[in-house]
């Protein structure tokens, strides 16, 4: 590097001191200038909250001294002067004596002692609290519609601090005792919500949780200074739409008007008026999208008397202005009402019977019931009969309603031989009845009895069959075919011997010749009391020929009778009943057929033969009987069996009259209650005596 190039940056450097030095310095003689840049640390145009001030300016080479005096607004002096020395650019503190505006001058001196022009800064210290501010009025409940919720808040009592307003700090919470300002003396420009002066008092709260919250404000001044006691409102908030009931509201169709009551509940701000609030609840009924009836409170009443369908909606606004009407309060689009439908049909239905009666079942009576609006009603109605032209009441027929279908039966064997007339009651949905008498077409409902075939049943016991051949000539051949018939007996009585076999048979047919084959008879046993059953019923078939037979089970006497029941098209029949008379069963035998005169005993035993129970619990009751030639039958001895009807007797022949004698003897069952049989007696033993 050459001597030239090292030298220049230290030339330039001195060069740049010199003239360093000459702007400090000032010439001979002349007073310092006043304090250039004369400044407040924090700025002159905003209020303090403390009396200390620190003021600021461009440093002056050859300053030693640096004088300050505090000015009020009118001009009288406050503080000072006040000399400060060595200053170096800046005076801490400059004090305020009291709250206010203050005018701060300064002038600087130099080592001569010479005193240069002043410069001045406006000073502004406020620390005095606002008074109290505290929110209007406020409505006793808050609802949906009313969010945002504008809140008015009272300006603090005068005089103002000397900063005035600046504006408002407010919150809310959920607890009585919040604060707006974490610092009890100052709020933070952040925490300032109005800045508009005194003036701008509307805060407006967004939301609201549902239920009780709490609103506290302070007024804030000018330096930011609050109020030292926060005002405090409770504000309660109601989202919850009133529920209403709807009571005299059918489920179905109805025949007359509908009286209906609404009634509105609510557990939050209520349905009662209490004067606090500019929202009157009111609860309402609204009939077919109409002008709704609106009562103030908690219930109102409308009726419906049109026939038709209606639509009923029911709603209600409770204190805090919540309603459920689907239309629009206060700018909130609501739910829809809650709605039921109201059915009233007024006007009766047509009932008519069918044009004609079915051929294949003519006892089966049906009426049509037809309504335009409600409908036939599925479960009620009734058809009934009467002689023709008599005036009676109908008698009720048991009758099924098959969708508006009446159907009846008409069992006409059970009545006399006439003409009858037919009603039917129908009624519709609504309860609407109606009564008619003819059929479709406008002709009466009358039938003529007997309305089927009348039939007849012939039956009795069966008797030998009766044979015939027949021997046809066919191309010199002759080809014979027997035919047998059985015949049955019109006897009322028949006697058999227990376990003998019966037939029991008939015929049915019509009132002519006619027969009437594969239809159902029922024979029908009648036994005595104590006996298990007490009645047995044993369906059969008819053949081609009408004719049925039936074998009969062993058992005691009982009547016997056949029985049809008739069918859609056939009268019911009976035939008159016979009796069978079974006699009983006895069984006897002897120990020796010889007897000697004084000798040893002759022993009699025998059984009583019946089924299963049918022996009573103390034993049947057996006679014994003997009979010589020229002696009728004669008892001698009365006995009683055990329990399965064995009996047995000892006899001594003691009469020398009876040597050579032959006995001839016999059990005889009697009739006693309770026995099932007629009186039976055994096979006679013979026994010689000697």
Same mark, same amino acid.
């Given at each position: 590097m050459s001597a030239r190039t090292g030298l220049g940056p230290l030339i330039a450097a001195c060069l740049a001191l010199l003239l360093l030095g000459s702007a400090f310095a000032r010439p001979a003689g002349a007073q310092p200038l006043p304090p250039k840049d004369l400044r407040v640390v924090g700025g002159e145009d905003n209020w303090r909250v403390s009396d200390r001030f620190e003021l600021r300016w461009t440093p002056v080479h050859g300053i030693i001294a640096a004088t300050y005096r505090v000015l009020r607004a009118? *001009?009288?002096?406050? !503080? *000072? $002067?006040?000399? !400060?020395?060595d200053p170096n650019g800046s005076i801490y503190p400059v004090r305020a004596p009291a709250p206010g505006e203050y005018t701060a001058e300064v002038w600087l001196e130099d080592s001569a002692g010479a005193n240069g022009a002043s410069s001045s800064v406006t000073l502004r210290f406020d620390d005095v609290r606002p008074g109290m501010s505290t929110p209007a009025p406020l409505p006793a409940w808050i609802g949906r519609a009313g969010l945002p919720s504008p809140i008015r808040l009272l300006p603090p009592p005068t005089p103002h601090p000397p900063s005035g307003i600046r504006g408002y700090a407010v919150s809310v919470g959920p607890t009585s005792d919040g604060e707006p300002c974490a610092d009890p003396l100052v709020c933070a420009d952040s925490e300032t919500d109005l800045r508009g002066g005194v003036e701008d008092d509307i805060h407006w709260v967004?939301?609201? $949780?549902? @239920? #009780?919250?709490?609103?506290? +404000? =302070?007024? =804030?001044? @000018?330096?930011? =200074?609050?109020?030292? #006691?926060a005002g405090r409102a409770v504000l309660r908030v109601d989202k919850t739409n009133p529920v209403t009931r709807l009571d005299g509201a059918p489920t179905g169709w109805v025949d007359g008007p509908v009286h209906l009551v609404a009634t509105a509940t609510d557990h939050d701000s209520g349905m009662v008026d209490r004067g606090m609030t500019a929202v009157q609840p009111f609860t309402a009924i609204r009939v077919n999208g109409g002008v709704p009836k609106v009562a103030a409170g908690d219930a109102v009443s409308a009726s419906v008397f049109a026939e038709g369908v209606h639509t009923v909606e029911h709603y209600a606004r409770d204190a805090a202005g919540n309603a459920a009407d689907g239309g629009r309060v206060n700018g909130h689009q609501n739910r829809m009402p809650a709605a039921e439908l109201i059915r009233i049909d007024r006007t009766p239905p047509t009932v008519q019977f069918l044009p004609a009666q079915d051929p294949r079942d003519p006892e089966r009576i049906e009426a049509r019931i037809v309504d335009a609006l409600s409908g036939a009603?599925?479960?009620?109605?009734?058809? *009934? +009969?009467?002689?023709a032209g008599s005036g009676d009441q109908f008698e009720a027929l048991p009758t099924v309603n098959q969708g508006g279908l009446l159907s009846a039966r008409w069992s006409s064997d059970d009545y006399p031989l006439g003409v009858y007339e037919f009603g039917a009651t129908g009624y519709d949905a609504a309860g609407n009845a109606a009564f008619a008498t003819e059929r479709i077409g406008g002709t009466s409902m009358v039938l003529a009895n007997p309305l089927k075939v009348p039939t007849v049943l012939r039956a009795g016991f069966g008797q030998r069959r009766s044979a015939r051949q027949r021997c046809p000539q066919r191309s010199r051949r002759h080809r014979c075919h027997r035919n047998e018939t059985l015949r049955f007996s019109r006897r009322l009585r028949r006697e058999v011997f227990r376990g003998g076999a019966t037939l029991f048979g008939g015929r049915l047919g019509t009132g002519t010749t006619a027969a009437i084959g594969g239809q159902p008879v029922e024979v029908i046993e009648r036994f005595g009391e104590g006996n298990e059953p007490l009645e047995r019923v044993t369906t059969v078939t008819t053949d081609a020929a009408g004719r049925f037979t039936l074998r009969? &089970? !062993? *058992? &005691?006497?009982?009547?016997?009778?056949?029985?049809?029941? @008739?069918?859609?098209?056939?009268?019911?029949?009976?035939? $008159?009943? !016979?009796?069978l008379a079974v006699r009983g069963d006895v069984r006897l035998r002897v120990s020796s057929a010889t007897a000697a005169v004084g000798g040893r005993p002759v022993v009699f035993s025998g059984i009583v033969r019946a089924l299963r129970g049918e022996i009573p619990s103390e034993g049947k009751a057996v006679a014994l009987q003997f009979r010589l030639p020229d002696i009728g039958w004669t008892e001698f001895r009365t006995l009683r069996s055990d329990r399965r009807g064995r009996f047995r007797h000892a006899y001594r022949f003691a009469d020398d009259d009876s040597r050579g004698v032959r006995f001839r003897f016999r059990a005889v069952a009697t009739a006693e209650p309770g026995w099932p049989y007629e009186p039976g007696c055994s096979r006679p033993v013979v026994v010689r005596g000697k």
């Open positions: 009118d *001009g009288s002096l406050a !503080v *000072g $002067p006040i000399r !400060v020395q967004d939301e609201l $949780p549902e @239920g #009780t919250s709490h609103l506290s +404000v =302070v007024a =804030v001044s @000018g330096s930011g =200074v609050r109020s030292e #006691t009603s599925t479960t009620r109605g009734g058809i *009934g +009969v009467r002689p009969l &089970p !062993v *058992g &005691p006497s009982r009547e016997i009778a056949a029985r049809f029941r @008739g069918s859609p098209t056939l009268t019911r029949s009976a035939s $008159p009943p !016979v009796r």
